[in-house]
């Protein structure tokens, strides 16, 4: 069993930045491969990013290449997303996940959820 608590979101202006957290329990955390998920108001979730267990490689959805990065450290079981140049558009519920396959971009691979953190961005 894997528990994720995300934390960093907040309100910010467009063009501003923010850096999400998520905090994993549990001795296993760098078995997993880890995924940020967002689910815009009135819209289905959606793929943001992914990074394979060790952070060998990683996975973007296309509106997100270039401003975000995902990265890891596994010696505090915690990944993380960093958000630059951020849109109304990612105005959004983000939830970090956990998947013992790679660096996938489908939910239903993910195995373990978050409770999700709120990202406002206002124009």
């Known amino acids: 069993q894997v528990q994720l608590v995300e934390s960093g979101g907040g309100l910010v202006q467009a063009g501003g930045s923010l850096r999400l957290s998520c905090e994993a329990s549990g001795r296993t955390f760098s078995k997993y491969a880890m995924g940020w998920f967002r689910q815009p108001p009135g819209k289905e979730r959606e793929f943001v990013a992914a990074?394979?267990?060790?952070?060998?490689?990683?996975n973007y959805e296309d509106s997100v290449k270039g401003r975000f990065t995902i990265s890891r450290d596994n010696a505090k079981n915690t990944v993380y997303l960093q958000m630059n140049s951020l849109r109304p558009e990612d105005t959004a519920v983000y939830y970090c996940?956990?998947?013992?396959?790679?660096?996938?971009?489908?939910?239903?691979?993910?195995?373990?959820w978050g409770q999700g953190t709120q990202v406002t961005v206002s124009s």
């Open positions: 990074i394979n267990w060790n952070g060998g490689r990683t």
């Open positions: 996940a956990a998947d013992l396959g790679g660096a996938s971009g489908y939910w239903n691979d993910y195995d373990y």
